[in-house]
């Protein structure tokens, strides 16, 4: 079955640094992979996405990198803020029936003021 | 526009009691879920509906009952509440446009679920 992860359950970056959280995957039928920020005592946020046949997409400050080859892909956060500080959790999207949505655990992203 | 929201925000159970948790959403999407989060295991996910009077397992649902009897509404039922049940509840609804594309959900800010 397909299994997503994350490297780190913490990582701490000093503010204003670049943050770079990795997730694995295991399921090479993921059509899309999503990223999700959660908050403190609040529901998970979507923050971007990308499609399986992209190997880079761009938000605002951030930045998803997908390596198939290896079933890698990476949250950049630039110049980190504390309004970051949350867990991200990545998650593989298989199209086809409900499009099942399997979640990694997450990372705890600490920033340092 | 509220997005999705669950009621209660806590609750404490005794052991065999019967609950309900609510969610809503006003967003018309076809798609509603209900996960449980616990510490170190990530959200999984327990029951889905893909429309309107329809409802499916997710990988855990034993212990627990849904509905969806209006396409906004999206019910959660332990019929008799076991200490392996605390944990946090969240709801999510979502779409997909034509059929493809990501299906990214919008969560709700969680039920907070202890059983003595």
């Known amino acids: 079955g397909e299994s997503v992860g994350l490297h780190l359950p913490t990582l701490s970056v000093q503010e204003g640094d670049n943050s770079i959280i990795n997730c694995a995957y295991s399921n090479s039928a993921s059509d899309y992979f999503i990223w999700y920020k959660q908050e403190s005592g609040k529901g998970p946020q979507f923050i971007i996405d990308?499609?399986?046949?992209?190997d880079k997409r761009q938000g605002q400050r951030v930045t998803v990198l997908l390596n198939k080859t290896v079933k890698h892909l990476s949250l950049q956060i630039a110049a980190t803020q504390p309004g970051d500080s949350a867990v991200y959790f990545c998650a593989g999207v298989n199209s086809g029936g409900y499009q099942k949505v399997t979640f990694g655990t997450g990372t705890k992203l600490q920033v340092i003021p | 526009n509220a997005g999705v929201t669950q009621t209660p925000k806590f609750r404490v159970l005794k052991t065999g009691q019967s609950m309900t948790l609510l969610c809503a959403q006003d967003m018309n999407h076809e798609y509603m879920y209900w996960y449980r989060q616990d510490p170190g295991m990530g959200l999984r996910l327990i029951h889905y509906?893909?429309?309107?009077?329809?409802?499916a397992k997710g990988e855990v649902p034993d212990g627990y009952n849904v509905s969806r009897l209006k396409k906004q509404n999206f019910l959660l039922g332990l019929e008799s509440a076991a200490p392996s049940q605390t944990s946090v509840y969240f709801c999510?609804?979502?779409?997909?446009?034509f059929g493809q594309g990501a299906n990214i959900q919008y969560f709700g800010a969680g039920t907070r679920l202890s059983v003595l």
């Open positions: 990308i499609r399986s046949n992209m």
């Open positions: 509906s893909v429309g309107e009077g329809t409802t």
């Open positions: 999510a609804s979502g779409y997909t446009f």
